[in-house]
């Protein structure tokens, strides 16, 4: 099974931006759909946005659509989530996730299999 470690949270002000990483070991990486998820306090797990296995497709939230971006490097087993013009409400524990059994690109954190530990991003005002 997949292990995957996520970096790069920390406090940033807003409009600010930070890069996360997650980096897989156990497995190859290029056999996961791959996706990032966050949760603030008191609320639930929210999709942020997925990759397909090859990096050719992409999806996102809508509230993240156009400042954030994901991408992948299979060669270095490691996914990354580029969040740029970052915002207050952007503060949460995001977890990076994988998919081994959807076909196509799951939006639901149901459909993923194993999970980071999460990194916390604060974004103040």
């Known amino acids: 099974q997949v292990q995957l470690v996520e970096s790069g949270g920390g406090l940033v002000q807003a409009g600010g931006s930070l890069r996360l990483s997650c980096a897989a070991s156990g497995r190859t990486l290029s056999n996961y759909n791959m996706g990032w998820f966050r949760q603030a306090p008191g609320k639930g797990r929210e999709f942020v946005a997925a990759?397909?296995?090859?990096?050719?497709?992409?999806n996102y939230g809508d509230s993240v659509k156009g400042r954030f971006t994901i991408s992948r490097e299979n060669a270095k087993n490691t996914v990354y989530l580029q969040m740029n013009s970052l915002k207050p409400e952007d503060t949460a524990v995001y977890y990076c996730a994988a998919s081994a059994f959807t076909l196509t690109l799951p939006l639901t954190a149901s459909a993923y299999d194993t999970w980071g530990q999460g990194t916390q991003v604060t974004v103040s005002s």
């Open positions: 990759i397909s296995r090859t990096g050719s497709s992409t």
